[in-house]
């Protein structure tokens, strides 16, 4: 039998939700899940914006997206089964996670209106 040359480390689950991420942004270091990575992103982003630093506003936008992709890439396919402990879901779609992507701008207005 021929011996492993990994040392017995099996390979990691990156689909985990629960995973942390050590993200090493534009000028700040942030730990925790996709998640509160992608929410702390965020409030970066606001406090940035309502400073009138649109640039680093947008840079943290742009990290923001990054995580809120990794979010999306771990949660099951909209109609995929999902394994709950025995519980049964409605099939009509009641309980599945509603809305949409976040907008990931900092134009002011409304969509019909055109930002100079």
């Known amino acids: 039998m021929k011996r492993s040359r990994g040392r017995g480390r099996r390979p990691q689950n990156n689909n985990n939700h629960n995973r942390s991420f050590d993200s090493a942004g534009p000028d700040i270091k942030i730990r925790g899940t996709a998640s509160q990575v992608y929410e702390k992103y965020l409030q970066l982003a606001r406090d940035a914006n309502s400073s009138g630093d649109r640039i680093q506003a947008e840079s943290y936008l742009q990290h923001a ?20 402990g025995g519980e049964q879901r409605p099939a009509n779609g009641e309980g599945a996670p509603q809305g949409s992507a976040p907008s990931f701008s900092l ?10």
């Open 65 to 84: 997206e990054h995580y809120y992709r990794i979010v999306m890439a771990s949660q099951p396919p909209p109609g995929a089964p999902v394994s709950n």
């Open 107 to 116: 134009a002011e207005g409304t969509e019909d209106e055109e930002v100079a």
